[in-house]
């Protein structure tokens, strides 16, 4: 099938994760750019939205299960070692939460937080620092938080203004 919307290139510029809708379910793919060799990494249900990790090492994907993950919590927000070696594994423990941008250190994963009638940035650790914590919060629509690579600033958008416009933040 052909390639989906989300595609994200990995940091040393090698490779592309991607997502490939086959007429049912997306699911994340990743191709070598050099050998023109295409690897599926996920196989079941409705898996999108590849982001790389710094070290290039990992995906962070959305995935909306039908039943609790293994620790009784659900979560929409999960990884996988980016050449397949590993099963999937649960990022955090909230719904409605699409992972968009990790930290350049590789210790957070930020992400936009969209239960209903909002959407909210938040991270969360991804060393067992427990739960997440907002970074933008408002009656807005604040979506599609990425990191600049000095871990200084982050890019978002927002409708606060009545408008979706691109903003910019200085990161605590």
Request: aromatic letters at 12%; proline letters at 9%.
């Amino acid at each position: 099938g052909p390639w989906g919307q989300g595609i994200a290139v990995s940091p040393d510029g090698r490779r592309v994760a991607g997502e490939l809708w086959d007429g049912r379910n997306r699911s994340v793919w990743v191709g070598d750019l050099g050998s023109g060799r295409v690897d599926r990494l996920t196989f079941d249900a409705d898996r999108f939205g590849p982001r790389w990790s710094p070290a290039g090492d990992r995906i962070a994907f959305t995935y909306f299960p039908d039943t609790p993950d293994d620790r009784g919590e659900r979560t929409s927000m999960w990884w996988i070692a980016a050449d397949g070696s590993e099963d999937a594994r649960p990022i955090g423990a909230r719904l409605n939460a699409y992972p968009t941008s990790f930290h350049p250190d590789g210790r957070s994963l930020f992400f936009h937080y969209a239960p209903g009638g909002t959407a909210d940035i938040r991270r969360v650790g991804l060393e067992g620092e427990g739960d997440d914590v907002a970074i933008l919060q408002s009656p807005a629509f604040e979506l599609w938080p990425v990191v600049s690579p000095d871990g200084r600033w982050l890019a978002y958008l927002s409708d606060a203004s009545g408008s979706m416009q691109l903003r910019l933040a200085p990161l605590p």
